[in-house]
């Protein structure tokens, strides 16, 4: 069984890897639906607990995936598992996003939708997936801690905010985590917010550890993208940009290789390590979608990494080496975290 960290001062106790669910529903083109119910129930019976959806994702499909998973998952492991949930992006027909909502009234709406979706009474951590603009985050965190109180949902989690808005939130209801991007070509959140959710008792969890596939040693110069695969419109997987970070992962590979592990494990094991590293608990989501990647992401967790070796990977990927934004101008344009 995977170890386990507690995320924050308030938070629970989850197993030192989540899944990532969304690629077995949207935005990395078509997926295998017994192959995705498959990995969710091996993650599960690895001794992962901390599932990882949003509501928008394939607008409720990865919300009924996950419902199937459990349901036909042992008694045991489906127990075990708690639920980490997004909501609040608005979404079109024809898929594509209209803005945020983050009023109290909207939230309670979306959290009714989600579990029934789910099939649960109950949501272990619920967050808004970008801060609203219109709606103070106050208002927001206030409405969640009702929920909370009601017993609806167990936790109040954040995505993608700065640090003075983790500290507004944090003044209003007990945050368990903040979810955000952190890997090795994505380090932003150690100026600021890293230090302020430590101080505040905030626990992280970290998603595109490996940045999208880019930096899992898997990613080709020459692969063609499928339709609907977001990555084809995303800054660091464009023409130059591209074979400038394969090279960092070229340079990762080496470290990788001299330890005898592959690179996703050596990617995913840096973000592991970051926590003691940094007197706060960080727990990485890995978005498998296959059992075989779950395995290599697994083995993450048996990487030992030492201080000449954390300083090696640091030097064939140094902070800021990325080539490109990490979202789309768009995209980026959302993200509290980056203002």
């Not at 083109?29 to 091996?42: K, Q």
């Not at 959710?197 to 905030?202: K, P, V």
């Not at 993450?300 to 000449?308: E, H, M, S, T, Y």
Request: include cysteine.
């Amino acid at each position: 069984m995977l170890p386990t960290r507690t995320l924050g001062t308030t938070g629970p106790r989850v197993s030192a890897l989540g899944l990532g669910c969304m690629g077995m529903s949207a935005l990395y083109g078509a997926a295998d639906r017994a192959e995705s119910i498959a990995t969710i129930h091996a993650a599960l019976d690895a001794g992962v607990t901390l599932l990882d959806t949003g509501d928008f994702y394939g607008m409720g499909h990865n919300e009924l995936l996950i419902n199937e998973a459990l349901r036909t998952a042992p008694a045991a492991a489906r127990e075990r598992a708690l639920t980490s949930v997004k909501f609040g992006a608005l979404r079109t027909v024809e898929g594509g996003f209209g803005g945020v909502d983050g009023r109290p009234a909207a939230i309670r709406n979306f959290l009714a939708y989600s579990l029934q979706r789910l099939g649960t009474d109950h949501v272990d951590i619920y967050r808004l997936a970008r801060l609203d603009p219109d709606v103070p985050v106050e208002e927001t965190v206030g409405a969640l801690a009702e929920l909370v109180e009601a017993g609806h949902i167990r936790h109040i989690g954040l995505s993608e905010v700065g640090a003075d808005t983790l500290r507004r939130a944090a003044a209003v209801a007990p945050i368990a985590d903040l979810q955000i991007e952190y890997s090795l070509i994505s380090r932003g959140i150690e100026e600021k917010i890293l230090p302020t959710a430590r101080e505040l008792g905030i626990g992280i969890t970290a998603y595109g550890v490996l940045s999208r596939g880019l930096i899992s040693g898997h990613f080709a110069r020459d692969r063609e993208l499928a339709p609907g695969d977001f990555r084809g419109a995303s800054p660091r997987f464009q023409g130059a940009n591209l074979d400038r970070n394969l090279d960092l992962v070229d340079r990762l590979r080496a470290v990788a290789e001299a330890k005898g592990v592959t690179v996703a494990q050596t990617a995913i094991a840096w973000v592991l390590a970051q926590g003691p590293r940094h007197g706060a608990d960080i727990v990485p989501l890995v978005g498998a979608r296959t059992r075989e990647r779950l395995t290599e992401a697994l083995g993450a967790v048996d990487v030992p990494l030492d201080a000449a070796d954390l300083a090696a990977i640091e030097a064939a990927v140094p902070a800021g080496a990325a080539a490109g934004a990490r979202y789309a101008e768009g995209q980026m344009a959302l993200l509290d975290s980056e203002r």
